[in-house]
Every structure is written in structure tokens, then in C-alpha cells.
């Protein structure tokens, strides 16, 4: 087992006090931007820290990986017609939620969305990074 990538500490601490008997932590990344305070994949589910509730009142919400209907980039097209790397993603649970992410990087983007497409397929562990 490969110890957890993370930005901050006290993220991963969240995270880890939320372990479930048998989770392990890939990654826990800090977020940009107003709403999202950080996003942490473990083999079991995505767990987010949402600061957007009225009263400055915080939530961590889990997103079991069967939960997930989709995982997309977001992109600004650029004057010249090209996508920007995007250092943003979107995840979509279904009913109308869908949760934003904006990572200080392109490749913690593109590692959250690996992970998440990993699990949703069936297809890996998640823990290579890329």
C-alpha cells in the first residue's frame, strides 16, 4: 500500500477520522475557489468538503463510486477556438446534484478524474497517478 498524496495536513486528518474498517486514502486535494474546501478519493468513495451552506456552515459529503453517473473536465474554449487544459471537474450523482472542483493544477484534476473513472468502470484501483 502506497501512502496517500494530499495538499494539507488537516484535510487528510478529515478524511482519515471518517475511515470506514478496511478504507485506505489515495488522495485528498485542496480546492480553489469559493464552495469546495477539498476533495479525498479512498477505495471506497469520494468524500468532499462543501463550505457553500448558508451560515458558514460546512458539510462532508460521501459519494459511494457506484453513486457516480459521470466525471468530466471543464473547459474554457480559448479566443483561438482551443480548449485550455482544464484544472477543473465536474461530478454528477444523478437528480440534478453535481459537484465542482477546482484543483491548483492540471495534473491533481486529471488524477481525481482517473481515480473516479477507474472506480466507476471497474477498471483499476485507482492508485496510479498520472
Not at 6 to 17: C, I, M, N, T
Not at 38 to 61: C, E, H, P, W, Y
Not at 62 to 81: A, E
Request: hydrophobic share 35%.
Amino acid at each position: 500500500m502506497t501512502d496517500p498524496v494530499f495538499d494539507k495536513s488537516e484535510q487528510l486528518e478529515q478524511v482519515q477520522q471518517g475511515l470506514l474498517e478496511g478504507e485506505t486514502i489515495i488522495a485528498v486535494y485542496d480546492c480553489t475557489g469559493a464552495g469546495t474546501g477539498f476533495i479525498g478519493m479512498t477505495n471506497l468513495r469520494v468524500v468532499i468538503q462543501d463550505k457553500s451552506f448558508v451560515g458558514k456552515r460546512t458539510a462532508i459529503t460521501s459519494i459511494p463510486y457506484q453513486n457516480i453517473r459521470s466525471v468530466s473536465f471543464l473547459s474554457n474554449k480559448s479566443w483561438t477556438g482551443k480548449f485550455f487544459s482544464s484544472s477543473s471537474i465536474a461530478v454528477d450523482t444523478g437528480g440534478g446534484t453535481m459537484y465542482e472542483a477546482d484543483f491548483r493544477g492540471v495534473e491533481k484534476a486529471r488524477h481525481v478524474h482517473t481515480v473516479i473513472l477507474e472506480h466507476t468502470t471497474g477498471r483499476g484501483t485507482g492508485a496510479t497517478r498520472t
